[in-house]
Nanobody, 123 residues
Framework: QVQLVESGGGLVQAGGSLRLSCAAS????????MGWYRQAPGKQRDLVAA???????NYADSVKGRFSISRNNTKKTVWLQMSSLKPEDTAVYYC?????????????????WGQGTQVTVSS
């Protein structure tokens, strides 16, 4: 089975920085796109940033210029560097990955989610 384990969330003052990490483990054959989503209370889960296996990135307009996504395919890890944080960035942040696994003698491609990590930005 595949697991995505996130870390790095916490409480920070406005203008501060945090770095989120997400490490994948399990019977992984390859990893395609990886991304970070966030969900604030009472709101839907939205894409924050995504990165392809080749390193192409895209960002939500609200975080462009402040957040940076990166990955290491060998370490099966994706990071989200968040700077100039604002109170409106407060949310639970989820890691997501499109992963090809070897399971029960078969190759399968599935979408996986981490458990979420809380980011709180105080004003």
């Amino acid at each position: 089975q595949v697991q995505l384990v996130e870390s790095g969330g916490g409480l920070v003052q406005a203008g501060g920085s945090l770095r989120l990490s997400c490490a994948a483990s399990g019977s992984i054959v390859s990893m395609n796109a990886m991304g970070w989503y966030r969900q604030a209370p009472g709101k839907q889960r939205d894409l924050v940033a995504a990165i392809t296996s080749g390193g192409s990135t895209n960002y939500a307009d609200s975080v462009k210029g402040r957040f940076s996504i990166s990955r290491n395919n060998t370490k099966k890890t994706v990071w989200l560097q968040m700077s100039s944080l604002k109170p409106e960035d407060t949310a639970v942040y989820y890691c997501n990955a499109d992963i090809v696994v070897f399971s029960d003698g078969r190759i399968r491609r599935s979408d996986y989610w981490g458990q979420g990590t809380q980011v709180t930005v105080s004003s």
